[in-house]
């Protein structure tokens, strides 16, 4: 049987459990899509556990939830992502976590950093933006580290709209987070 033009493979979770395991390799899917990732450049990482230091030093005063770091997200059979950064309320996490520790569902903040290459950019800039804002994520940072900015986007009408690009002097603070405040180039120290 030959496939169309219009068919296409659709990856699953199942799927993925029968990749060889590669040291360094994260394997995504989004709609069905496959996409793997090599191990992230040093200051990928660098900006990822800074943006979830300052979240987690900001859930442990407030109490008011938990930062992770690329935690999975399984939305679907063919919709799992590992985000770089997140952040979900206690009341979220209490009905999101499943028996193995993974999200579920839609945690209120997703960041991503943005790694090189036309097909990452693509994939956190379209992809995943879709994906999160079909899903109900609330806000989603992108942070690029080249650049020393940061992207905010909001849930209006049902979607993520870019509200504002920060850079290293700028404040980031979010009505999602109350009373978190956080100078842009403490990132990217």
Not at 96 to 110: I, M, S
């Amino acid at each position: 049987m030959n496939q169309t033009a219009t068919e296409r493979v659709r990856w699953t979770t199942t799927d993925i459990a029968l990749l060889p395991e590669n040291e360094g390799t994260r394997y995504e899917i989004i709609d069905g899509e496959l996409f793997m990732t090599r191990a992230p450049h040093w200051k990928h990482q660098r900006t990822c556990g800074r943006i979830f230091r300052e979240l987690d030093f900001w859930s442990d005063s407030s109490g008011l939830g938990q930062a992770s770091i690329t935690p999975g997200v399984l939305f679907s059979e063919t919709d799992n992502v590992i985000p770089d950064v997140v952040w979900a309320s206690h009341e979220r996490l209490a009905v999101l976590l499943d028996e193995a520790g993974h999200l579920t569902g839609a945690p209120e903040l997703v960041v991503e950093v943005l790694s090189p290459g036309v097909e990452n950019e693509r994939r956190d800039r379209e992809a995943k933006l879709k994906l999160y804002a079909s899903r109900g994520v609330k806000e989603y940072w992108i942070a690029d580290w080249r650049l020393q900015q940061v992207e905010v986007y909001r849930r209006e009408n049902g979607i993520l709209k870019l509200m504002v690009t920060l850079l290293d002097n700028d404040e980031l603070s979010s009505p999602l987070l109350p009373g978190f405040s956080c100078v842009v180039s403490r990132f990217f120290v």
